[in-house]
């Protein structure tokens, strides 16, 4: 039986974080016992204010269709966080909701981007970013950067990466995989060269703003410039570990927030209406309720850079936020370990799973294939037998 599928399908890429996920519950379901640091999903349960406040929108029986863009309190409380946070000034016309920052994201790209555009990623990304640019037939173009850099780019490879084709830009910071931060400085010296391109715009993902440690991310929007032409994105899985919640929403110029809910109401309508109006609550609180995670989430990075550091091959940086790490492991390639020959990333990975019971993500799916990435939103316990694993295995 054929199997017509469309040509936009088979030419997206599975999700690597994903599919190493699954292959991690496969291979526990059989048995095995799979330590998975795999996953960028914080292991704490969501706060008790913020169940409270979804019993309550529960019991005051919000169960009806919500607006496209979301709930007007909702984007209000959006708006006071905006400024409290970031010192970013946007109205609630300018707001829209969605299931989940990547949607956010996938909107803002289908209202943007034409087949054939260019948008510019700095490595190490995302996973989805390419695959989303894929699925609006535009093109993207990796600017490279390594550890030595802090996984940072400079404003030197920015203007060589620009194309008349060039439409958008993708900054995520505190990043994923990497945890690295862009300060302040250096993004106004990107913007110095984004400036001399008025036609590009600018989306800036702050899913993990709240987990830094002590070096305060900067709103790319922030920059008196840059504000029109730059689209904040934000959520709730992270910070406030609200993962399945499925909230996320965007700060943007009003004729592009207009478009992205145009768009949302032909894919999925409005985002649940009792995740938003928990949502309110969480967004109103103080990031210091949350603060408790943070704290764990440093304890177990400085743990994990102890371990792996111990470990030779192992190329450490120092990550400012998020909750990964992301080694080079480039001095295990052209060796035999356990029988098996590691050319790159991936045989890495492979490795780790098959014969440390440990589920990393390969480089290769961030545009870094030096590398790979071990999330330490995993217990403490669960960290040290993984590290003893891995240690146990490549020595």
């Keep these: 039986m054929p199997q017509p599928l469309s040509d936009r399908i088979n030419s997206l890429p599975i999700s690597q974080t994903l599919a190493m996920a699954a292959k991690a519950r496969e291979l526990k379901a059989a048995g095995k016992d799979i330590i998975s640091l795999s996953l960028g999903e914080p292991d704490f349960n969501t706060p008790d204010f913020i169940k ?6 529960i019991n005051q029986n919000y169960n009806s269709y919500t607006p496209v863009d979301g709930y007007v309190e909702l984007k209000e409380a959006i708006c ?20 989940g920052a990547k949607q956010s994201i996938a909107n803002v790209a289908q209202v943007l981007l034409n087949p054939g555009d260019e948008v510019l990623l700095p490595a190490p990304y995302w996973v ?15 600017i490279p950067s390594s550890i030595d850099d802090d996984f940072k780019i400079t404003p030197a490879q920015l203007e060589a990466a620009i194309t008349p084709k060039t439409k958008m830009i993708f900054f995520n910071s505190p990043n994923n995989p990497s945890g690295s931060i862009y300060s302040e400085e ?11 391109h008025p036609k590009i715009f600018i ?5 993990y703003e709240h987990i830094n440690y002590g070096t305060k991310p900067f709103s790319f929007a922030a920059i008196e410039n840059m504000y029109d032409r730059t689209i904040t994105v934000n959520g709730l899985a992270k910070a406030f570990a609200m993962t399945g919640w499925r909230i996320g929403y965007i700060g943007a110029p009003q004729w592009i927030a207009k478009a992205c809910t145009k768009m949302q109401g032909q894919i999925t309508s409005g985002a649940n209406c009792i995740a938003q109006r928990a ?23 400085n743990i994990v850079l102890d371990l792996l550091g111990k470990i030779n091959g192992f190329k450490l940086n120092i990550p400012e936020g998020a909750f990964y790490v992301f080694p080079d492991i480039s001095a295990f390639f052209g060796k035999t370990i356990k029988s098996k020959k590691i050319q790159n990333a991936n045989d890495f990975s492979m490795l780790l799973l098959e014969e440390a019971n440990v589920a990393t993500v390969t480089g290769d799916a961030f545009g870094a294939p030096n590398c790979i990435r071990l999330s330490y939103a995993a217990s403490e316990l669960q ?10 295995v490549v020595s």
């Design 80 to 99: 006071t966080k905006f400024k409290r946070d970031n010192h970013l000034e946007y109205k609630p016309n300018q707001i829209v909701v969605s299931t």
């Design 52 to 57: 409270d406040a979804a019993i309550e929108a």
């Design 128 to 142: 989805s970013y390419s695959a989303i640019a894929i699925l609006c037939e535009a093109k993207f173009v990796e």
């Design 279 to 301: 949502a309110i609550t969480a967004v109103l609180a103080s990031p210091k309720k949350v603060q408790f995670m943070v704290d764990e989430f440093l304890s177990r990075r």
């Design 203 to 207: 989306l800036s993902d702050e899913i």
């Design 186 to 196: 250096e993004y106004r010296a990107l913007a110095k060269v984004l400036e001399k």
């Design 383 to 392: 960290l040290r037998e993984a590290i003893k694993r891995i240690k146990e």
